[in-house]
């Protein structure tokens, strides 16, 4: 069943889609910003536009302590408080305490696919340093394991997996509406929750 046009406004809660490289986050959150109405934001072109350099040579500069708190700053005050969707880079909510900032912000889903979809869509990606090693393929085998349980009790998962972008942006929207209504309520916000029309 084809979901209705949703209407929202800057006042709505953030919504901030994480998840391993590769599993369609920025452009699921395009399509998803289009149907909400809201602003698109991808934190690695953020940064990138922020620092002046691109992410690999971020890496190489500075190290990925110092990238891990650009993360951590951008979420914590780097982009608009509200009416966004937050395209957010693969290791962003793996540092301590950055569940519980995620969290705090706005609504969390968590974007997944098989390991299989993910090798092949990473594979031949020369712009993500955590990849940038002897054996990618270990590597990434290696920060799934690691990461996938974080995503996973962060937000609410949603397969990308054998699905086109409007049907796992319906899927995002039905979730993003129940639980920024949830959001609004345990956070006493003012903002009203979002409206459903034809």
Known sequence: MKLMRQRFTENNPNLYLIGFMGVGKSAVGRYVARRLGMRFIDSDHAIEEKEGLGIPAI??????????????????????????????????????????????????????????????RTAMNNRRPMLNVADPVARTRLLMAKRMPIYMHTGTGISTENRDLPEISDHVVRVYRAESREFLRLHGEGASAPEQSN
């Open 59 to 120: 890496f190489e500069k500075f190290g990925e302590a110092a990238f891990r708190k650009m993360e951590r700053d951008f979420i914590e005050g780097g982009h608009p408080p509200r009416g966004c969707v937050v395209s957010c880079g693969g290791g962003l909510p793996i540092e301590p305490g950055m569940r519980e900032l995620l969290l705090s912000k706005g609504v969390v889903v968590c974007l997944f696919a098989s390991e299989k979809t993910i090798l092949e």
